[in-house]
């Protein structure tokens, strides 16, 4: 009997320990610190929108990956990873933050990953570019 509880009791503390280390959503003046070099943290910002909503503006250091690749490009070893989207794959020891035009495919993105990599110290910037956008840039018109 103990041999058909322990598969569930690992399963079980491994989701304890994830839902523990969730950090909280990532704030316009978070971000702002992290992008200028404020913080010390190191990072890997994500654009999960389409690349033609980026060629309307992205946040700075901003790597795009689509929402559809996400969970493929986390999957990759890294090696691969660097090679197609120009940067290291991220690790646990940095902070990986999701962003889109509203936040909500950008938590899609965080739930993909979470479950490819829970390894990973995975955050989303809720407000999005629409809310970088309107703070960073004055822009009012984007919603």
């Excluded at 790597?63 to 197609?84: H, Y």
């Excluded at 902070?95 to 889109?100: A, K, P, S």
Aim: proline share 6%; hydrophobic share 35%.
């Amino acid at each position: 009997m103990l041999r058909a509880l322990r598969p569930q009791s690992t399963r079980f503390s491994l989701l304890a320990k994830r839902a523990y280390s969730v950090k909280p959503d990532v704030s316009f003046d978070e971000l702002n610190q992290i992008i200028h070099g404020v913080s010390r943290r190191p990072y890997v910002l994500v654009d999960v929108r389409e690349p033609s909503e980026v060629a309307e503006g992205k946040v700075p250091t901003a790597v795009n990956i689509p929402l559809g690749n996400v969970a493929a490009a986390f999957a990759l070893p890294s090696k691969d990873f660097k090679a197609k989207y120009g940067v290291d794959r991220p690790s646990s020891n940095e902070d990986t933050i999701f962003y889109c035009r509203s936040g909500k495919r950008s938590q899609n993105a965080v739930d993909q990953v979470e479950k490819v990599d829970p390894s990973l110290e995975i955050r989303n910037y809720r407000g999005s570019w629409l809310n970088y956008s309107e703070n960073a840039l004055g822009n009012k018109s984007l919603k």
